[in-house]
């Protein structure tokens, strides 16, 4: 293939779109980014450079076709690039707005110079198709039914493929809305709701049922293991019977479980998890709730842990007008450009600074937790009177080193210090799938990381019960999320009716490049 402009990364510099100004974006729940526009977008287009072999496609978990759509862009072919980009992403207005873009780290270009810009020009192809959605009907019903638990972004792929083939799909959600993530722990500055809702109408028009407030799985008495998961008034219903009733169960329940800070003060008041805060601020924001719970507003936060779960938080504590905000990270802070262990194309590990770091709040590097300290009196009025409340984190310095081939974090003597803080927000990730609910109830297996034990066709050890996306990969991204709905609806196609031509973009557990 020969690209549109063959000098085209000679005569344009890398773009990336640029954010509204602080002062507004924290003072509204939008959007941060302004529209790039379509000159800006074919130029950068233009930068695809007819690298030969474009390591893009390995990067990019769905395989997108990356130099054919920006060739399209180029020379305003949209409605082909559009096709082209739906051919392998299901959801691109998604990864468009929220994928960290492992593809832009496998650029050719990306060797000696800055990668194309290829998730902007993702999303306005995207946006030109989203302008247009129209369903896609199967041709031919097959009358076999798939049931899908779970509408995060993989039971959506999952289910968007096989009602495609011609399944009859119906996704069960336990939570009040669809989306999973994407509805619950993306804030609005990051995925505005109304993205969603649009995919949605086109997935129901196509013939996709939705049930939600159905909690699936009855093991330890369908007992809720994160509170306020769940729709208040869920209905539960056993795995069993969806086995029974249908001829294929796909379970996409995600990775829920958060991972505790193992240290004193976890029973004070005023110390939550990421999901605890985020679920009931996104509500706000869409009209299901009037208040939240858990409010920012004149509080000294202190949010532990430095990754994207962390800068969610951060962003929503600066929209609710926090009186202070730092943000911990055990690990040294990131150089700013490749180091040497970490070549192209691999996913380099440097610095980055989300819209939300942009906003304000201190992050603080190497550093580690030592005790929550809290009080008697009831701060700000969360908590009964009297009950203890999180008055202050004590924190302690960290080098990282190596011992016997694993990384420990040795804390600095001398280091000991008081962080003032009445809201602490614990964001260091999740470890796998509840374990109660259908885990208990049907007894699956769990592999080492603790995600459900599948086989490279994403099958359980049970006939006809399949699981993808965080579920079975661990925390992970909504890209791979996507690859692994797509690819386990290939993968249940293929059971149903002994062939099928959907595509697989990858196996169950394949790694990024590394
Ligand atoms: C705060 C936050 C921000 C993130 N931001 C990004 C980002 O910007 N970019 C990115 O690429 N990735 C991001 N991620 C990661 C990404 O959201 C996940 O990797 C992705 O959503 C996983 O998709 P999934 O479909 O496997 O699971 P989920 O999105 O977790 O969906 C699982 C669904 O299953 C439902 N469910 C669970 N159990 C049951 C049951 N028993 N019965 C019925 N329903 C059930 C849950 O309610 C949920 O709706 C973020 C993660 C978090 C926590
Ligand atoms: S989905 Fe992510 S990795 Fe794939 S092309 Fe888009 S931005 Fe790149």
Known sequence: MLVGDPKGFLHFEREAPVRRPVMLCVHDWREVYEPFGAERVRAQAARCMDCGIPFCHEGCPLGNLIPEWNDLVYRDRLADASARLEATNNFPELTGRLCPAPCEGSCVLGINAEPVSIKQVELEIAEWGAQRLEPRRAGVQTTKRVAIVGSGPAGLAAAQQLTRAGHDVVVYERAERIGGLLRYGIPEFKLEKGVLERRLVQMRSEGTVFMTAVSVGTGSSGAEEVPGAAAP????????????????????????????????????????????YLKPSNQVCEG???????????????????????????????????????????????????????????????????????????????????????????VGGVGAVGSAHVRSLRLQDVVSEVVEGRLQFVPVPGTERELE????????????????????????????????????????????????????????????????????????????????SLPRPISAGQLALR
């Open 421 to 500: 803080a009445d809201l602490v927000l614990i964001a260091v990730g999740f470890s796998g799938p509840e374990r109660s609910g259908v885990v208990a109830e049907l007894g699956l297996e769990l592999d080492a990381k603790g995600a459900v034990a599948v086989g490279p066709d994403f099958a359980t050890e049970l006939d006809g019960v399949f699981a993808c996306g965080d579920m079975a990969r661990g925390q992970s991204l909504i890209v791979w999320a996507i690859a692994e709905g797509r690819a386990v609806a290939a993968e249940v196609d293929r059971y149903l009716m002994g062939t099928t």
């Open 288 to 378: 299901s709730r009037a208040v939240t719970p858990i409010t920012a507003a004149g509080r000294h936060v202190v949010i532990v842990g430095g990754g994207d779960t962390g800068a969610d938080c951060l962003g929503t504590v600066h929209r609710q007008g926090a009186a202070s905000v730092h943000q911990l990270e055990i690990l040294p802070s990131p150089p700013m450009s490749r180091a040497a262990g970490n070549p192209w194309p691999t996913w380099p590990v440097i610095f980055r600074t989300s819209s939300a770091h942009e906003e304000g709040g201190e992050r603080v590097f190497g550093v580690t937790t030592v005790e929550r300290v809290g009080d008697s009196a009831d």
């Open 233 to 276: 008034d869920v209905a539960h219903i056993s795995a069993q019977q969806l086995r029974n009733d249908c001829d294929v169960v796909v379970l996409a329940c995600g990775s829920t479980r958060p991972r505790d800070l193992e240290v004193p003060g976890r029973e004070l008041d005023g110390v939550h998890f990421a999901m605890e």
